[in-house]
Each structure stands twice: as C-alpha cells, then as structure tokens.
C-alpha cells in the first residue's frame, strides 16, 4: 500500500523515563505518526467522513503521552500503535517517539523509537 498520511513533529509533555526523577516533571516528547490505508475513496469523494480526521490522531497520540506513563519509549511507541489500530481502519502505523531531552551526557538533538505495527499480526 503506497497511501499514506503522516503527520509529523507533534509535540506534547509527559512523565516518561527509566528513573523517578525522569518521570517526576513532564518533559517534552516528539510523535510522527504514518498511516498506510487506502485513500481512493476519500480521494474521489472530497469527503472527511471517507478518511481519517488529522485532528483525531493528533488527540489520540496528546493523550497516550501526556495521561499516561512509561519507562521505555518503546512502550509510549507500541501504545500509540496499537490505539491507532485500535480505533482507525488503517493497514499498517509507524509511529516514531523523540525524547530531545534524554539524559545523556552529551549534546545531542533527540533519542528516536520507531515502532511499525500492521493489522492482523
């Protein structure tokens, strides 16, 4: 499927991270999202009933970071895969989570996890 929507660069705050003190005070977190469905519908009708509301992945991504917390990105990412499965009619999710403040001891710009998930595995 070469259909996609993306949405890239959200941002949001949550309480994510190994240790107590990673997880005491909300921090920033980065989330891509790319969907892989079929768009010809949506494309011959004009009509966002026939595809998926941006906004509503926008929500759904706002609310796994900042409502909830994890130890490990993978698990933030795994979580945002599987609610997009979940509640959008979509073949396949990557999701990609960036912590641009992960305590490294070095200058950095962000740790990635990417994380892709398809229907029925």
Do not use: C, W
Not at 2 to 15: A, K, N, P, V, Y
Not at 21 to 27: D, K, L, S, V
Not at 30 to 53: H, K, M, Q
């Amino acid at each position: 499927m070469s259909d996609r929507i993306t949405l890239r660069g959200m941002r949001f705050t949550g309480r994510h991270g190994v240790s107590d003190e990673e997880r005491a005070a909300p921090q920033p977190f980065e989330v891509d999202l790319v969907l892989r469905l079929d768009l010809s519908g949506p494309a011959r009708t004009d009509e966002l009933a026939d595809t998926i509301n941006y906004a509503t992945l926008f929500d759904l991504a706002g609310r796994i970071v900042s409502e909830r917390s994890f130890h490990l990105l993978e698990a933030l990412a795994a979580a945002i895969a599987d609610a997009v499965l979940a509640e959008h009619p979509v073949d396949d999710v990557e999701v990609r989570v960036r912590k641009p403040e992960a305590p490294l001891s070095g200058a950095f710009d962000a740790v990635e996890v990417r994380i892709r998930r398809r229907r029925g595995d």
